[in-house]
């Protein structure tokens, strides 16, 4: 079945340090990869997107993901962190085949002064 | 619109009532999703309406939940008889094409602001 795993449900870092975001995904096909934040309060906002090319996609918010095929992996990365990137993030895989977005459960990022 | 707006955004209700969630995607969007994020949890998909395509009801918890859509604009999620474990962020979100055909590179959800259903 099609499903996208967040191994890690939490994550603490310090202001400053750098992140790493796991994501894999299960498909037969490389779907399109997502990676979404959503803030406290606030709505979900696209961080970045792979559909195919390069496979080092840089977001915003100084984020970047990379995508390898061998390891069915997109995992997001950001080199200093900083307090205001304290929030949930979510990858997320879609394939025009199926035109579903599957989600994975989100992984909640606190970040300590 | 400019975005996709929800309302109500805040909903209590009492045990057995019923609920009614409105959905307005952006102008132009044909693919239209419902998800659900219970507290702590990560979004859960209910409901996918493409165009005038029969919609993907297989993630509808149970027959209490339904929801409709007229072509490419309003869509409605209605909860009868609601329970104390429906009680969670509503979140609706459009694309303008939902099958990615040839557009794939422009795919791209936009999501509303959600309602949050309490159950009391």
């Known amino acids: 079945a099609q499903s996208v795993t967040q191994p890690d449900i939490h994550i603490t870092v310090s202001e400053g340090a750098s992140l790493e975001l796991r994501c894999n995904y299960s498909y037969g096909a490389t779907p399109y990869l997502f990676w979404y934040v959503q803030s406290p309060g606030q709505g979900l906002q696209l961080l970045l997107k792979?559909?195919?090319?390069?496979?080092l996609v840089q977001g915003i918010k100084g984020f970047e993901a990379e995508f390898k095929r061998s390891q069915s992996s997109f995992n997001l990365r950001k080199p200093s962190v900083h307090w205001s990137d304290a929030a949930e993030y979510f990858c997320?895989?879609?394939?025009?085949?199926?035109?579903?977005?599957?989600f994975g459960t989100g992984t909640r990022l606190k970040v300590l002064a | 619109g400019a975005g996709v707006s929800q309302s109500p955004s805040n909903k209590v209700t009492e045990k057995g009532k019923d609920v009614e969630l409105r959905c307005d995607p952006i102008?132009?969007?044909?693919?239209l999703y419902w998800y659900r994020q219970r507290l702590g949890q990560g979004l859960e998909f209910l409901i996918y309406?493409?165009?005038?395509?029969?919609?993907?009801k297989s993630g509808l918890p149970s027959d209490r939940f339904s929801a409709e859509r007229t072509g490419e604009s309003v869509s409605t999620l209605t909860i009868q008889r609601t329970q104390q474990e429906d009680s969670a962020v509503y979140l609706c979100?459009?694309?303008?094409?939902?099958?990615?055909?040839?557009?794939?590179?422009?795919?791209?959800?936009?999501f509303g602001s959600g309602t949050q259903l309490s159950v009391l």
């Open positions: 309406f493409q165009g005038n395509s029969a919609p993907d």
């Open positions: 102008s132009g969007h044909t693919a």
């Open positions: 792979y559909f195919s090319g390069d496979t």
């Open positions: 997320i895989a879609f394939t025009s085949g199926t035109y579903k977005y599957i």
């Open positions: 979100a459009s694309s303008r094409y939902g099958t990615g055909r040839g557009r794939a590179t422009n795919e791209k959800l936009f």
